[in-house]
């Protein structure tokens, strides 16, 4: 029998989550806790052979960090990273974390269930692609990498001055994205530009 842990900062996924999973006779919900820096805590406890871990959990601790501390000390542990937000760099991180698979909740085909049973079975899964949601009259997916970085910096609420030097691009260069993005989206400034983004949950100051 697989034992579960699941980390998600919110009662109600925490118990859909454990109805869904203890509705399986392949599983065993040890634990749903609601704080990722708790999680090892429960490792060290009980054998803990698959973890459901959200990316943002409670007291802003970060369950991607989490997961990278765990599979460290408990590298046969199986962790699915998860998170309702279509924020662009969640995927890289939960891969460099070590994770194993990664849910998106609210987009895709893939059920719980499927993805769980999957990941204990020794596959990997990952999304094909980003969700795609709107940012003014733009689809998320038609930024570069670079523009979200831009983007991202300003999310921050750093300068031109400051993105210059976090980027290591030229004054001219940041204006210039700066320039298509404002484009792309059809806003006026980078304010109203932040605050969509931030709202869409497709860029996140800190995670």
Same mark, same amino acid.
């Given at each position: 029998?697989?034992?579960?842990l699941i980390?998600?900062?919110s009662?109600?996924?925490?118990?859909?989550f454990?109805?869904?999973?203890?509705?399986?006779?392949?599983?065993?919900?040890?634990?749903?806790?609601?704080?990722?820096?708790?999680?090892?805590?429960?490792c060290?406890?009980?054998?803990?052979?698959?973890? &459901?871990m959200d990316?943002?959990?409670?007291?802003?601790?970060?369950?991607?960090?989490a997961?990278?501390?765990?599979?460290?000390?408990?590298?046969?542990?199986?962790?699915?990273?998860m998170? /309702?937000?279509?924020?662009?760099?969640f995927?890289q991180? #939960?891969?460099?974390?070590?994770?194993?698979?990664?849910?998106?909740?609210?987009?895709?085909?893939t /059920?719980? &269930?499927?993805?769980?049973?999957?990941?204990?079975?020794?596959?990997?899964?990952?999304p094909?692609? &980003?969700?795609v949601?709107?940012?003014?009259?733009?689809? /998320?997916?038609? *930024?570069?990498?670079?523009?979200?970085?831009?983007?991202?910096e &300003?999310?921050?609420?750093?300068?031109?001055?400051?993105i210059?030097e #976090?980027l290591?691009?030229?004054?001219?260069?940041?204006?210039y994205?700066v320039?298509?993005?404002?484009?792309k989206?059809? *806003?006026?400034?980078?304010?109203?530009?932040?605050?969509?983004?931030v709202?869409?949950?497709?860029?996140?100051?800190?995670?």
């Amino acid at each position: 029998m697989t034992k579960v842990l699941i980390v998600d900062d919110s009662r109600v996924s925490r118990e859909a989550f454990e109805r869904t999973l203890s509705a399986d006779p392949g599983y065993l919900v040890v634990a749903a806790i609601e704080n990722a820096a708790n999680a090892e805590i429960a490792c060290m406890s009980d054998q803990i052979d698959l973890i &459901l871990m959200d990316v943002c959990t409670a007291d802003d601790e970060s369950g991607i960090r989490a997961a990278g501390k765990i599979k460290k000390n408990y590298p046969n542990t199986k962790i699915i990273v998860m998170t /309702s937000m279509p924020e662009y760099s969640f995927i890289q991180k #939960a891969k460099d974390s070590g994770s194993d698979s990664f849910w998106y909740k609210e987009y895709g085909e893939t /059920s719980l &269930l499927e993805i769980c049973n999957r990941t204990v079975q020794g596959e990997r899964v990952w999304p094909d692609a &980003l969700p795609v949601v709107m940012i003014g009259l733009a689809r /998320s997916d038609e *930024f570069t990498e670079r523009e979200l970085e831009v983007i991202r910096e &300003l999310a921050q609420g750093s300068r031109y001055e400051d993105i210059t030097e #976090a980027l290591h691009i030229s004054m001219n260069t940041v204006k210039y994205h700066v320039k298509n993005i404002l484009l792309k989206t059809g *806003f006026k400034t980078t304010l109203q530009l932040v605050a969509e983004v931030v709202e869409k949950r497709l860029i996140l100051p800190k995670y």
